[in-house]
């Protein structure tokens, strides 16, 4: 699975709109004089904040990694603006990884990958095809509502779509719906990937601002079954009005046998997620247990799952785990400095001393959030961006849960727009269609998703609901 995703984000790199344009390069070349500018200016005013922000900026639009430019802008910084000593840095970023809920992301990025190579992906897509496959847009809504179940096992957005897409897509064509079709609806709904528990994402969250993961699982129930149906929704619509054909329906038989061949691979999200909520085990237990019992459906359940394609599924675990954990270790040291100077507390009273409610406060969120969505993956985005927003969110009385799951959708929508948008590459992969033709694809369930992050956004009951009734038994 990695190395498809990897394929895709080097062609990604390639076909970034004016990335070897004449204007382009003038853009670009503009954004790091003016960055480096910004550098100089606060180094003779000594101010650290203007510097830190200067310098990332620098290094981003300079092309390098996210976390190499976190990592360096901070380091900067500590360096020419502070007293600390730079080996007791180290410290720092052991005691911001020390956290018991940050285990969990290494055991769900590993059982994601076995659930991929275990067979769960395809009997979810027989098991939806069978009850759904027969309506206008049969097997588009098949394909959402496998990519929300594989959501609730997988807890990643390319995971997702490679999994369900690749097998999705093609039949779809098959049966005579547009190609456009196939590949927007699937790609879009592979997004649930981050929303529907367990979401690595969430846990990120969670960390960051100190918060209950159990309850950010539970809260991202409910918006995922609502974008789902939404999605589902378009593709009704759409179906119909192209006049797509229409599966056969499927015999009460062949339900049956369906449903009793997905059994495990419909048991496993409820055991992995209900376990947390019935007290047997915390969220981070979850993921181990989901190892675990993904590892025995797929071996001796399935049989799909066989013991040579452990050492491939470790290494890409690795090398996933590896990426994030490295993003989230320099993020926190750039949440060091904003905290040093005070950053997220000074925008707090700012905004607040512009008046500024919790409606159009939310309405900010989201637009930043969906401009950072273009250049930022979600980890990098929620470890930067809660520190400085969470406080603010709090002293205007929105429900911190709430505002995760705001965010998290916010994080949905980046992996389905360009340039960075994962899903899309991974899409374009799995096609061989051209980014542009994937992204215009996708723009009718886009529209979904934005409809969706709306009604999340400003009717918290859907969002709260659930955390509330169960955590309040």
Same mark, same amino acid.
């Given at each position: 699975?990695?190395?498809?995703?990897?394929?895709?984000?080097?062609?990604?790199?390639?076909?970034?709109?004016? #990335?070897?344009?004449?204007?382009?390069?003038?853009?670009?070349?503009?954004?790091?004089?003016?960055?480096?500018?910004?550098?100089?200016?606060?180094?003779?005013?000594?101010?650290?904040?203007?510097?830190?922000?200067?310098?990332?900026?620098?290094?981003?639009?300079?092309?390098?990694?996210?976390?190499?430019?976190?990592?360096?802008?901070?380091?900067?910084?500590?360096?020419?603006?502070?007293?600390?000593?730079?080996?007791?840095?180290?410290?720092?970023?052991?005691?911001?990884?020390?956290?018991?809920?940050?285990?969990?992301?290494?055991?769900?990025?590993?059982?994601?990958?076995?659930?991929?190579?275990?067979?769960?992906?395809?009997?979810?897509?027989?098991?939806?095809?069978?009850?759904?496959?027969?309506?206008?847009?049969?097997?588009?809504?098949?394909?959402?509502?496998?990519?929300?179940?594989?959501?609730?096992?997988?807890?990643?957005?390319?995971?997702?779509?490679?999994?369900?897409?690749?097998?999705?897509?093609?039949?779809?064509?098959?049966?005579?719906?547009?190609?456009?079709?196939?590949?927007?609806?699937?790609?879009?709904?592979?997004?649930?990937?981050?929303?529907?528990?367990?979401?690595?994402?969430?846990?990120?969250?969670?960390?960051?601002?100190?918060?209950?993961?159990?309850?950010?699982?539970?809260?991202?129930?409910?918006?995922?079954?609502?974008?789902?149906?939404?999605?589902?929704?378009?593709?009704?619509?759409?179906?119909?009005?192209?006049?797509?054909?229409?599966?056969?329906?499927?015999?009460?038989?062949?339900?049956?046998?369906?449903?009793?061949?997905?059994?495990?691979?419909?048991?496993?999200?409820?055991?992995?997620?209900?376990?947390?909520?019935?007290?047997?085990?915390?969220?981070?237990?979850?993921?181990?247990?989901?190892?675990?019992?993904?590892?025995?459906?797929?071996?001796?359940?399935?049989?799909?799952?066989?013991?040579?394609?452990?050492?491939?599924?470790?290494?890409?675990?690795?090398?996933?785990?590896?990426?994030?954990?490295?993003?989230?270790?320099?993020?926190?040291?750039?949440?060091?400095?904003?905290?040093?100077?005070?950053?997220?507390?000074?925008?707090?009273?700012?905004?607040?001393?512009? #008046?500024?409610?919790?409606?159009?406060?939310?309405?900010?969120?989201?637009?930043?959030?969906?401009?950072?969505?273009?250049?930022?993956?979600?980890?990098?985005?929620?470890?930067?961006?809660?520190?400085?927003?969470?406080?603010?969110?709090?002293?205007?009385?929105?429900?911190?849960? #709430?505002?995760?799951?705001?965010?998290?959708?916010?994080?949905?929508?980046?992996?389905?727009?360009?340039?960075?948008?994962?899903?899309?590459?991974?899409?374009?992969?799995?096609?061989?269609?051209?980014?542009?033709?994937?992204?215009?694809?996708?723009?009718?369930?886009?529209?979904?998703?934005?409809?969706?992050?709306?009604?999340?956004?400003?009717?918290?009951?859907?969002?709260?609901?659930?955390?509330?009734?169960?955590?309040?038994?």
């Amino acid at each position: 699975m990695n190395a498809v995703l990897d394929t895709q984000l080097d062609k990604g790199q390639k076909k970034t709109p004016g #990335h070897g344009s004449l204007k382009g390069r003038i853009i670009s070349v503009t954004l790091v004089l003016f960055s480096i500018a910004g550098v100089a200016v606060a180094i003779q005013s000594n101010n650290m904040a203007l510097a830190v922000f200067a310098l990332l900026f620098t290094c981003l639009f300079l092309g390098l990694p996210i976390a190499i430019s976190l990592g360096m802008a901070s380091l900067f910084a500590i360096y020419f603006f502070t007293t600390d000593p730079l080996p007791d840095l180290a410290a720092k970023i052991f005691s911001g990884l020390d956290r018991f809920p940050l285990m969990a992301i290494p055991f769900f990025v590993l059982a994601g990958n076995i659930f991929t190579t275990g067979g769960v992906a395809k009997r979810l897509i027989n098991f939806t095809n069978a009850w759904v496959g027969h309506i206008p847009g049969g097997l588009s809504i098949a394909g959402i509502f496998a990519c929300a179940l594989f959501a609730a096992i997988s807890g990643s957005s390319p995971a997702t779509v490679v999994a369900i897409g690749g097998i999705m897509i093609p039949a779809m064509i098959k049966h005579g719906y547009a190609r456009e079709y196939s590949v927007g609806s699937i790609c879009t709904a592979g997004s649930l990937g981050i929303l529907i528990p367990p979401s690595i994402p969430m846990i990120v969250y969670a960390v960051t601002v100190d918060q209950s993961v159990g309850k950010l699982f539970l809260a991202g129930i409910v918006p995922g079954i609502l974008l789902a149906v939404l999605l589902s929704s378009v593709s009704f619509f759409v179906a119909r009005k192209n006049n797509y054909q229409k599966a056969q329906k499927a015999k009460l038989a062949d339900r049956v046998k369906a449903t009793r061949e997905a059994f495990w691979s419909l048991a496993l999200p409820i055991i992995v997620v209900g376990g947390i909520y019935t007290g047997a085990f915390t969220p981070t237990e979850s993921a181990a247990v989901a190892v675990m019992i993904g590892a025995v459906v797929g071996l001796f359940i399935h049989k799909d799952l066989k013991i040579k394609h452990f050492p491939r599924i470790l290494v890409d675990s690795s090398k996933t785990t590896a990426m994030l954990f490295f993003i989230i270790t320099m993020a926190m040291l750039f949440a060091h400095i904003l905290t040093l100077e005070r950053i997220p507390h000074a925008v707090a009273q700012w905004i607040i001393n512009w #008046h500024v409610g919790p409606v159009l406060f939310l309405l900010i969120v989201n637009m930043l959030l969906f401009v950072a969505g273009q250049f930022m993956e979600p980890t990098a985005i929620i470890t930067i961006l809660a520190p400085i927003l969470f406080p603010v969110a709090m002293a205007l009385g929105v429900d911190p849960i #709430h505002f995760g799951i705001v965010m998290t959708v916010n994080m949905e929508i980046g992996m389905i727009t360009p340039p960075v948008g994962l899903n899309l590459y991974v899409a374009s992969g799995l096609t061989g269609m051209p980014l542009v033709d994937v992204t215009r694809s996708a723009l009718p369930w886009l529209l979904a998703v934005l409809v969706g992050l709306a009604l999340v956004t400003y009717v918290p009951f859907i969002s709260l609901w659930l955390p509330e009734l169960l955590y309040n038994l």
